[in-house]
C-alpha cells in the first residue's frame, strides 16, 4: 500500500526567518493521524533564511538527521563538535543522554534542507555527532546513515534499526529496494518526480509505504529521491 501525502497538504510554519512544512505532526502542528511512520517521529521541510538558524536547544534520546538539499547549514554542539554540512550532504546527530546543540545558515542564501528524526532502538545511548557526503555515481539508493543488521559500515551509524538513504536518477531510470515484512517506507524526492509501484510522487510529497515486499523507482523526470526505511 502506498499513501501519498500531497507537499501541499503538509502542516506549515512560517516566521520572518523560517519557512517550514511539517509532513508528520510537530511543534504547534497536530493531526492525530499523522503522528509518523512506524519509527519515524518527524520529517520536516526547512528554508532557513540566510544569516540565521536554530539557537541553542536541547535533544535526549532521538535520532536526527539532517539532509541538505540547497546551500549549508553549520552544527555546533554542547559535545565541542561543530562543521559544516553541504547541499546534498547529511549529518546524524545521536541525542542519546542529552544534547544542546545550534544550527545556523551561515551562507548569503536560503539553505533548505530536510531534518528527519527516528526513535532510537534504546534509550540512553551515547550522544554524538557526524557527517559525510553523498556519493552522486548515480543509478543506486546509497545508505547515508544506516543501523540495519545489513550496514555495512560505509554509511553513518543510526542507534536504531533504520537507515537514510538517497538517490540520483535520470529520467527513465529505476532503482529497487527491498523491503521486508514488519517494516515501513517513507519516500520524498527532494528534486524532480518518480513513480513507485505506479504511484506517481511529485516534487517533496511525501509516500508512507508498507505491504509492499519490493519497491522500485523509476524517474520521471530527472530526480533526486530520499527514502527512510525504519520498523513499522
Known amino acids: ?34 503522528m509518523g511512520a ?47 554540512t553541504e547541499a546534498g550532504d547529511v549529518q546524524v546527530m545521536h541525542a542519546g543522554t542529552g544534547i544542546v546543540h545550534a544550527e545556523y545558515n551561515k551562507e548569503t542564501t536560503a539553505t533548505r534542507l530536510f531534518q528527519i528524526w527516528i526513535i532510537p532502538g534504546k534509550r540512553g545511548a551515547q550522544p554524538g555527532w557526524g557527517t559525510r557526503q553523498f556519493p552522486r555515481q548515480g543509478g543506486g539508493l546509497v545508505a547515508l546513515a544506516d543501523g540495519r543488521d545489513v550496514a555495512d559500515g560505509s554509511a553513518l551509524p543510526l542507534n536504531a534499526d533504520a537507515a537514510v538513504l538517497a538517490a540520483t536518477l535520470e529520467k527513465g531510470q529505476s532503482v529497487t529496494h527491498a523491503l521486508p515484512p514488519g517494516r515501513v517506507a517513507y519516500l520524498v524526492p527532494s528534486t524532480g518526480s518518480v513513480t513507485v509501484n505506479g504511484t506517481k510522487v511529485n ?6 509505504i508498507t505491504g ?12 533526486e529521491v530520499v527514502l527512510v526505511d525504519v520498523l513499522g
Open 38 to 84: 512506524g519509527a519515524l517521529r518527524v520529517w520536516n521541510d526547512d528554508e532557513i533564511a540566510a544569516g540565521t538558524g536554530f539557537d541553542p536547544h536541547p535533544h535526549r534520546d532521538m535520532e536526527i538527521v539532517t539532509y541538505v538539499r540547497e546551500g549549508a547549514i553549520t552544527h555546533k554542539d554542547s559535545l565541542g563538535n561543530e562543521g559544516r
Open 1 to 34: 500500500m502506498i499513501q501519498v501525502q500531497p507537499f501541499a497538504n503538509l502542516g506549515r510554519f512560517r516566521n520572518d526567518w523560517l519557512n517550514a512544512r511539517f509532513h508528520f505532526s510537530f511543534g504547534d502542528y497536530r493531526d492525530p493521524t499523522r
Open 203 to 208: 516534487t517533496r510529497d511525501g509516500a508512507t
Open 212 to 223: 509492499e515486499d519490493i519497491l522500485t523507482i523509476t524517474a520521471d523526470e530527472t530526480a
